[in-house]
């Protein structure tokens, strides 16, 4: 990792200017069909409020709404910082492009503190990363190429009557897992919907939201090595559905839980 | 349902500005421990988006952030129309007492189209609501009183090492089931903590997210019957955990998933 940055940190790169926004560029390798990949804009957007100065402690809750396409090129994000209270930080922001907003949403910080835990969630039979062959979206999709997908069951090229998508994934070259890495990684699903459907639909993240659980020592300990991300949803209905994802670590840590809802168009729809 | 409003629809009026905000006040009668009960505000925010003149659709997506204590009396709603596209609306909004914001969050309205659907979530067994005794918190919390509870699992008195709760629930009186009741349903549940830990543990609410999947028809197949409502939680750490919770319609439809999550307080904590 000497000399040149990673290609996930030259796409979440972002630069304070001096009112307290922030100025980002789409990177090509993170492109999706139309627009960047929503999970480079979730990343940049948990990357900058951690440099914001007035940060306290680090990401708990993220929500992020997809308002309208992004635009190859530079794009501001604009931070509010709504409250700090002593534990948490309450954070509102969009991001604009030509003066309109083109994603919108809020944050909550928060300070860890040492109390009674515990995981209910238990990761799915998944056996190991090297016992399942890593999978390429087609080539349309580049942002597919930095992620290393090797898939435990819902492979995007099924169909099946079950929505849920397993696998273990990681950067690709591998990096380091941080929060804006799980933000990413939250969005690394396919749209639920082709699976149920056994090929492409047009579909588009509306809403994101993710709660991070992973204490710092989990992402050391987690380092480069994959995660296993699991996924599916709970009903599909007028043009919508949701999706409900979570993120475990190499060793079982629940690293996040991560729901969004999602727009699709179907052929009843286009009557 | 002639005369008097039902104390619901009290709760969560509110009175549009002619700069497009709404003013709206606490009701006495959803007070909790400290403040309002957080479903209250949520269903309020819901009601005046419904209402306001550029309003497109129906409530599709939902996150309110609890930012800081609400205190009695008025409040201000701040709704900022972030973007109109042709099937879909988003906004932010602040809720506002004294200059200061003490809720905040996002919105999404959405146009339902006839598209392919599925229902993957199932209903948990519950048999019928009257197999199950109405159980209500204590006397302190003032909100109880206006759901009528029936608890199949979970009840707030018990203690498990399960998180699961689930309950057939309605107003009190009974109510038309509508969005922001809907909304303030999501946030019924007691937090998830008490019932691992077999007890009263400081606890709130700091980010509630709602998908709304319930069509028009089904709200009107509703009626005032009971739902059936089940929440979760995946991991409990550092002083916070997550909730995920499904509500069905009495004849089964998944009429919304939600999350939230919670900051809590325990004996660890206190050292």
Tied chains: 1, 2.
Excluded: C
Aim: glycine letters at 8%; zero cysteines.
């Amino acid at each position: 990792m000497t000399g040149a940055l990673h290609v996930f940190d030259e796409a979440i790169a972002v630069t304070p200017l001096p009112d307290a926004t922030f100025t980002a560029r789409t990177h090509p390798a993170y492109n999706n069909m139309v627009g960047p990949f929503g999970g480079v804009i979730a990343g940049s957007v948990i990357n900058a409020l951690q440099q914001h100065p007035d940060a306290l402690g680090a990401p708990l809750a993220f929500t992020v709404n997809y308002v309208a396409p992004v635009a190859a090129g530079e794009w501001l994000l604009r931070p509010q910082i709504v409250r700090t209270n002593r534990t948490n930080q309450h954070w509102l922001f969009t991001v604009e492009q030509g003066g309109g907003i083109v994603s919108s949403g809020s944050a909550v910080f928060g300070v860890r503190r040492d109390t009674w835990g515990d995981t209910e969630a238990t990761p799915p039979a998944a056996g190991e990363p090297a016992d399942h062959e890593p999978v390429w979206f087609p080539e349309v999709i580049a942002w597919d190429k930095n992620y290393e997908k090797r898939f435990v069951t819902g492979r995007w090229d099924a169909q099946s009557d079950d929505s849920t998508s397993t696998l273990w994934v990681r950067d690709n070259p591998p990096r380091p897992l941080d929060f804006p890495a799980l933000a990413s990684i939250a969005d690394v699903f396919y749209p639920r919907v082709f699976l149920r459907r056994g090929g492409y639909v047009p579909a588009g993240t509306i809403s994101l939201t993710t709660y991070f659980h992973a204490t710092e020592a989990e992402l050391a300990a987690q380092g480069d090595d994959y995660v296993l991300a699991t996924a599916h949803s709970a009903r599909f209905v007028g043009g919508h559905f949701d999706q409900h994802g979570q993120i475990f670590g190499r060793a079982g840590a629940l690293l996040a839980t991560t729901a969004q809802i999602v727009y699709f168009k179907d052929a009843a729809s286009a009557r």
